[in-house]
């Protein structure tokens, strides 16, 4: 199994640009999570989906923020605008339960 | 509402130096605990996890954890730490209340001293 696929790796955009970042799910897992990680606050869930709905998005810091998972296996985070706050290490994870979830590598965001 | 608290937020030790990173959380029902490990620009993996049984959890690379539900505490231990421990690790929580949603701590960065 390949885990869990984020790309891209690392994304450098402009203020004001809209920005997406995709996610693979491993196959099988019904959960999918979308976190944001900075040095001031840390780990924080943004979203998650349950089957392909989401079912918490109150981590979602505003209206400029959306995410949709069309089908099991992929994911998108967009951002637009985006702003210089906006920048981060974004992780997706999946689970299939309780044991645990499986973190992508992660992508990169810078915002300048 | 389930929180985790991780109270140390930098440890230093030089190498061979045993390793407790202590975790504290909040809820008043069932929990499964979990510790992370991140390493520098990597993404978290899962270090343990307790779920039920003995409190006593044993993990990858040496690592083991004691849940203590007296104490609300699932601390982290190595007895002899190496340069390659150097990592921030996160304690998280799934509580029975809150589906599959996973609620971290914020995170120790342990800094092993050649």
């Known amino acids: 199994d390949a885990g869990v696929i984020q790309s891209p790796r690392h994304e450098v955009t402009e203020m004001g640009q809209e920005v997406t970042l995709r996610c693979k799910p491993i196959s099988g897992h019904d959960y999918l999570f979308w976190y944001r990680q900075t040095m001031m606050r840390g780990l924080e869930l943004l979203i998650y989906f349950n089957n392909n709905v989401p079912i918490d998005d109150s981590g979602m810091p505003e209206d400029r923020f959306s995410a949709k998972m069309p089908n099991a296996s992929f994911s998108t985070l967009k951002i637009q605008p985006s702003e210089p706050r906006d920048s981060a290490v974004y992780f997706c994870?999946?689970?299939?339960?309780?044991?645990?979830?499986?973190f992508g590598s992660g992508t990169r965001l810078t915002v300048v | 509402a389930q929180s985790v608290s991780q109270h140390n937020h930098h440890v230093i030790l030089s190498e061979a130096a045993s390793l407790e990173l202590g975790c504290n959380y909040s809820?008043?029902?069932?929990?499964?605990l979990f510790w992370y490990v991140q390493y520098p620009g990597q993404h978290l993996q899962l270090l343990l996890k307790?779920?039920?049984?003995?409190?006593l959890v044993k993990g990858i690379k040496g690592f083991e954890a004691e849940f203590i539900k007296s104490k609300f505490s699932f601390n982290l231990r190595k007895p002899s730490v190496q340069w390659s421990d150097t990592a921030e690790y996160f304690c998280?929580?799934?509580?029975?209340?809150?589906?599959?949603?996973?609620?971290f701590g914020s995170g120790t960065q342990l800094t092993v001293l050649p």
């Open positions: 994870a999946s689970s299939p339960g309780f044991w645990g979830y499986t």
């Open positions: 307790y779920f039920s049984g003995d409190p």
């Open positions: 998280a929580l799934i509580s029975s209340g809150s589906a599959r949603q996973l609620t």
């Open positions: 809820y008043g029902g069932t929990v499964n």
